[in-house]
């Protein structure tokens, strides 16, 4: 958790470089599509909740996979 508030401090911080902003989102965007697993419930939960929309996206995917393999 550490890792992704220190994550969101450099994307609210208005003097990170648009180039840095766009990286963090977008290996955010993979992990959470691509090995979701690594990451708990809670973390992943507050992933949903942030304001850029592809951060959020990817994160509710993630929950419904979870939901989806609990309730076989």
Avoid: C
Avoid at 8 to 35: C, F, W
Avoid at 50 to 65: F, G, N, V
């Amino acid at each position: 958790m550490a890792t992704l508030e220190a994550f969101r401090a450099v994307l609210d911080d208005e003097g990170t470089p648009e180039i840095i902003r766009n990286h963090i989102i977008d290996s955010l965007q993979y992990a959470l599509r691509n090995h979701g697993q690594i990451f708990t419930s809670k973390e992943v939960e507050w992933l949903a909740g942030w304001d850029d929309a592809r951060i959020p996206l990817a994160a509710s995917r993630e929950l419904q996979k979870r939901v989806a393999e609990t309730s076989r």
